[in-house]
């Protein structure tokens, strides 16, 4: 009796095993080529990244036009044609998302950080490379430690506050912070003209998408800090499909095309201009023109 429950228990563990090796191999790759669609996460509302377009009504920005290419790019690697299925995705439900698989990838301005790649995975390298910043009415502060202990703005969902505590206690503020937590970037800067907040914390491209014509009232207070690297989510322990986003990207970082769409929205004559090169690329002075962040072959 006892041998033939040892049998039993043996083959128990052999088909359990057989499962979770199938499991493992039903990559979101296989799903999405067998499908001919790719759910891709995104914003509506931080511009100059993601947006609807008020004159046209059209979603537009960075983030768009990189999806658009990843699409495009993933569907040369995957020998088909895909088509992509936009999900409107906020703050709050970017990484649940891909952590229960409904979406295949998010590009929506998302840093990438320990406490989120816990829980989801990130495509290499990171797409911009951006810093954050305290934004405030102009002359109202002269140094980022003036802000210790007043109001801040952050959006829901940022590590934008954890960022600006720290900056400030590094720099001696030994104050209680007045963190003041919005929707989105749009209601952020509202409360910062209307003098609910002293100052706004958040990415560069991001604050500067949102001022916009109004930005000629307010400046930025202090140096960026905290640099941020945004990177493309995908779901979690599946590497077999981060490798083809990975590949894809830098894909397009190879052939020019991230370039092109890069140079279109933040390039001297771009939309939205930085002030500092936020492509991803390695030093110059180290690597010289050929400093493409890509994966030797």
Known sequence: MKKIFLAVLVMLAFA?????????????????????????????????LSFIDPKDGEL????????????????????KELKKEMVVVNNKTRIAFLANRRIDMTVRSMSHT??????????????????????????????????????????????AYL?????????????????LSFQNNAECFLALKQGKVD?????????AGVAGSEGVD???????FSPGLY????????????????????DMIANGTYEKIYQKWFGPNGLAPL????????????YGNLNQFVWPR
């Open 275 to 286: 002030p500092n090169n936020a492509r991803p690329r390695l030093p110059e002075d180290v």
């Open 114 to 159: 320990r406490s989120r790649d816990e829980e989801i995975d990130y495509a290499e390298p990171p797409y911009l490379w951006t810093g954050k910043i305290f934004y405030a009415k102009k002359g109202k502060f002269k140094s980022p430690l003036d802000i210790c202990g007043k109001k801040m703005a952050v959006t829901q969902g940022s590590n």
């Open 163 to 179: 960022a600006g505590q720290d900056y400030l206690k590094e720099l001696g503020c030994k104050e209680d912070f007045q963190i």
């Open 231 to 250: 990177g493309i989510g995908v779901p979690p322990n599946d590497s077999k499909w981060r490798d083809t986003a990975s590949f894809a990207l830098q």
């Open 60 to 79: 537009k920005g960075f983030d768009i036009d990189i999806i658009d290419a990843m699409v495009k790019q993933i569907s040369e690697i995957m020998g």
């Open 199 to 207: 100052a706004y914390v958040q990415d560069s491209p991001i604050i």
């Open 16 to 48: 359990a095993g057989f499962v979770s090796q199938a499991a493992a191999a039903d990559s979101i790759y296989d799903e999405v080529k067998e499908k001919g669609l790719i759910r891709v996460g995104h914003g509506t509302d931080v511009p100059p």
């Open 218 to 224: 307010y400046e930025a207070v202090g140096p960026i």
